[in-house]
């Protein structure tokens, strides 16, 4: 089975910086995409920033220029390290990527468990 496990989320303050991890594990035959994505409370969830395989990257305007998003493809993982953080950035972050294993015959979705974020002002 295909998991997501993320890592270090915590309490900042603003103007602080995070660095989250995420890491693929379980038989994986390609990685079409990985990003980040974030939940606030009362708010629907949001793409973040993502990286396809050829390695172009997106991001929300609301985090141009802070966040930074990178892929090592070598331990199918992914980073975001979030610079000048603000307390609207405080959210829940999930991990999403699409997978292709040998169980399913197209690529899926996959979410890690989510790492909160804290950014106090």
């Known amino acids: 089975q295909v998991q997501l496990v993320e890592s270090g989320g915590g309490l900042v303050q603003a103007g602080g910086s995070l660095r989250l991890s995420c890491a693929a594990s379980?038989?994986?035959?390609?990685?079409?995409?990985m990003g980040w994505y974030r939940q606030a409370p009362g708010k629907q969830r949001e793409l973040v920033a993502d990286v396809i395989s050829g390695g172009s990257t997106n991001y929300a305007d609301s985090v141009k220029g802070r966040f930074t998003i990178s892929r090592d493809n070598a331990k199918n993982a992914v980073h975001l390290q979030m610079n000048s953080l603000k307390p609207e950035d405080t959210a829940v972050y999930y991990c999403?990527?699409?997978?292709?294993?040998?169980?399913?015959?197209?690529?899926?979705?996959?979410w890690g468990q989510g790492t909160q974020v804290t950014v106090s002002s």
């Open positions: 379980g038989t994986i035959l390609s990685i079409n995409s």
């Open positions: 999403n990527a699409l997978i292709r294993s040998p169980s399913a015959w197209r690529a899926l979705n996959y």
